[in-house]
């Protein structure tokens, strides 16, 4: 009689980190026999990797957390229902509670991921939750456990916690004191990637260019780059998010000097009022910041930046939002990530600053916000147009068939057709391309994305760049 594995089913919410935490998750159910599945009525164990950042996460869980037990009363299958990641930090045995202790049978802290194989068998046996939120030091992972989901990009967390405080942001709260994985396990990671096929890594950390190896005190996180920059089989390295007020000249250089660091840089402000960032212990302000971007052109001309902006912040006035929009239009940001300030648990500002922007006025200014970046984008995309960019192919097109996807250095989206007619050769599958970097020349500029054409000739082989 053949053994029928056990099935399990992620889902996940959040940001980069907490996507690269569930491919260590998928990896150790894996290890521990379990086969993935994609089908909710088919899982034996379902894990919902939660995010406590962005408002309303934790109704969200709820929400799930009430059609599974819809699904389990329609179906009689009652799978072993985990929840991890920050709201499972946050809340602990509280999620219990709020549920009568009917819908969750595991939850698990931020630091305890390793814990999930023999708390979901626990938990399968005993008539009982189990609750593990404890905090935990270690931030050694197995070498090639992750489960990645990307066949071409792979998430490398370089820290783990943060030590700032700003104050309406709960990460600290949720993932910890900040804590540097060595140098050694690092590279290793990315070596091991590489080996994998994956063309670019992503280097993660909450102040990613914080880094200091614990194992290696000279290596600050512009020697990182340079060292993860001789690894092998790599084309792009990227690196989110860094902090403006760890962004220093070394920093700068490595971005310029070294091919593979992809030019492009996340250099998140948060508001364009020196008042407001002092109210959030941004720990910068806006003359500084704008010196800094002043010395990152000036270093790197064709540099992207991209940033994080919140509207509505207590205390924030119409003339501070004003100063918000000056420097977007003073900045030409490639691309913003934009949020209506939402009171987050545990937070400084939580704790001693009134919620006192109307919902309706953080509205109106986040729109305000998002039209006057699209215009800008617009014009970024406008001026592309005739130009070639070389493209690392990640995706099939989602929006129309047979066009392939992929993003520029300044991690611009690009999609294009395949290459047919005299001097060319067409690849007989959409997976052929991925993984490859290739010349397109950009025809047509789109809101949020570039349309171009391969420039030259595409000779088949291995991924890696075409020589066109």
Not at 274 to 295: D, I, N, W
Not at 388 to 396: G, H, I, K, N, R
Request: hydrophobic share 40%.
């Amino acid at each position: 009689m053949r053994f029928m594995a056990k099935k399990y089913l992620i889902e996940t919410f959040g940001c980069q980190m907490n996507v690269h935490d569930s491919e260590r998750m998928a990896g150790l159910l894996d290890q521990a026999g379990y086969e993935p599945t994609d089908d909710e009525r088919d899982a034996d164990v379902i894990v919902i990797n939660t995010c406590s950042v962005r408002e309303h996460a934790e109704e969200k869980l709820y929400t799930r957390l009430g059609k599974l037990r819809v699904l389990g009363d329609e179906t009689g299958h009652r799978p072993v229902v985990a929840v991890a990641g920050c709201v499972a930090q946050q809340e602990g045995a509280t999620l219990l509670r709020k549920t009568n202790g009917h819908l969750i049978d595991v939850v698990l802290g931020t630091q305890r991921l390793k814990m999930l194989p023999l708390l979901v068998d626990k938990a399968a046996r005993a008539p009982f939750a189990e609750v593990d939120v404890a905090p935990w030091d270690d931030v050694s992972f197995p070498l090639g456990i992750a489960r990645r989901g990307d066949p071409v990009k792979a998430y490398v967390t370089i820290i783990e916690g943060c030590n700032d405080y700003c104050a309406f942001c709960v990460v600290p709260y949720t993932r910890g004191h900040e804590r540097m994985r060595p140098k050694a396990d690092i590279l290793a990671d990315v070596r091991e990637a590489a080996a994998s096929g994956r063309r670019e890594v992503q280097l993660l950390g909450q102040i990613v260019n914080h880094y200091q190896a614990p194992d290696d005190p000279a290596c600050d996180f512009a020697q990182l780059l340079a060292e993860v920059h001789e690894v092998p089989g790599l084309e792009r390295i990227r690196f989110a998010s860094p902090h403006p007020r760890h962004t220093g000249a070394r920093l700068i250089e490595a971005v310029r000097d070294l091919p593979k660091v992809c030019k492009h840089m996340h250099l998140p402000v948060q508001s364009g009022s020196t008042r407001v960032l002092q109210a959030m212990r941004r720990r910068h302000t806006r003359e500084q910041y704008m010196e800094l971007v002043a010395q990152i052109r000036d270093a790197i001309p064709d540099v992207a930046l991209s940033t994080d902006m919140i509207v509505g912040f207590p205390g924030e006035g119409v003339e501070d939002f004003e100063q918000t929009l000056s420097l977007v239009e003073a900045v030409q940001y490639s691309s913003i990530f934009s949020f209506k300030y939402s009171v987050r648990p545990n937070t400084l500002a939580s704790k001693r600053m009134p919620d006192d922007v109307s919902e309706a006025e953080k509205t109106a200014r986040i729109v305000a916000l998002q039209s006057l970046q699209r215009e800008i984008q617009m014009g970024l995309h406008e001026r592309a147009v005739g130009t070639t960019v070389d493209v690392l192919v990640d995706a099939v097109s989602r929006r129309r068939d047979g066009e392939m996807s992929g993003r520029t250095t300044g991690n611009t989206v690009v999609n294009f057709p395949p290459p047919g007619g005299a001097g060319s050769q067409i690849l007989d599958s959409g997976s052929q391309w991925i993984g490859r970097t290739v010349p397109v020349t950009i025809r047509r500029a789109e809101p949020n994305s570039l349309w171009g054409e391969v420039a030259g000739r595409v000779p088949l082989g291995a991924p890696g760049r075409d020589p066109c």
